[in-house]
């Protein structure tokens, strides 16, 4: 298993996204690193309605109403950030591929188990 570096911890808001670049097989290219008021976690920013970028290359993702949600820019399929449930949207009901996260806290980094 592969320690990644997913950056600091200390700039990482609540609600905040975080890309990171991953040089994977596609469609696993990079990770979204997330802060909610339950924790951070990281997912594959892959959608589980068809295998691409949840930004659609943009480097962001689309604005939601709810300040925890991940919206992927092609369909609108709304994730929640805790868990990376579909809570709306074509693939409604499906996860998030999750990636397990390692807080360091006394050396301010988060790193990708991969
Ligand atoms: S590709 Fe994400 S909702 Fe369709």
């Known amino acids: 298993m592969e320690r990644f570096d997913l950056g600091p911890l200390s ?3 609540l609600h905040a996204v ?4 991953y040089d ?10 997330v802060r909610s008021v339950e924790g ?9 309605h068809l295998p ?3 930004d659609a290359g943009a480097g962001r993702l689309p ?11 092609t369909h609108g399929a709304r994730y929640r950030m805790e868990d990376g449930l579909c809570v709306g949207g074509p693939c409604t ?6 990636i397990e996260v390692e807080i360091d806290a006394a ?7 991969i």
């Open 18 to 21: 975080r890309f990171v670049r």
């Open 107 to 113: 050396a301010d980094r988060l790193w990708a188990r």
């Open 52 to 54: 691409i970028p949840l």
């Open 40 to 48: 951070v976690r990281a997912y594959w920013n892959v959608c589980r």
């Open 63 to 73: 604005t939601s109403p709810r300040p925890n949600e991940l919206v992927c820019a």
């Open 24 to 33: 994977g097989p596609p469609p696993r290219r990079s990770i979204l690193v």
């Open 93 to 98: 009901g499906a996860l998030l591929d999750e």
């Open 11 to 13: 700039d990482l808001e």
